[in-house]
């Protein structure tokens, strides 16, 4: 079955970067779209960035561009986070569109002094 693992998050002070991975299994990776949405506290589910199935093309939120990058290898997705802000604190979420979104169980980032 379609797995989303997501991993590398934490805490980290302003300014600070993490890179969050997404180990996919269960599908045929290079075949699809993928994203990472967000969810900051309180607040609705918002896509962060996007990235073609051959990784040629990516979209960003106007919030994260020219900090964060997104991109793929094999069958894990990436999400580079630069100059990390407060507002970027959230439950970023790995997901992939295969006829219907599949969504990891998201993992915690929290961007504070």
């Known amino acids: 079955q379609v797995q989303l693992v997501e991993s590398g998050g934490g805490v980290v002070q302003p300014g600070g970067s993490l890179r969050l991975s997404c180990a996919a299994s269960?599908?045929?990776?290079?075949?699809?779209?993928m994203s990472w949405y967000r969810q900051p506290p309180g607040k609705e589910r918002e896509l962060v960035a996007g990235i073609t199935s051959a990784g040629s093309s990516t979209n960003l939120a106007d919030s994260v561009k020219g900090r964060f990058t997104i991109s793929r290898d094999k069958n894990t997705l990436y999400l580079q986070m630069n100059s990390l802000k407060p507002e970027d604190t959230a439950v970023y979420y790995c997901?992939?569109?295969?006829?219907?979104?599949?969504w990891g169980q998201g993992i915690q980032v929290t961007v504070s002094s």
């Open positions: 997901t992939a569109w295969l006829g219907r979104r599949y």
């Open positions: 269960g599908f045929t990776f290079s075949s699809y779209a």
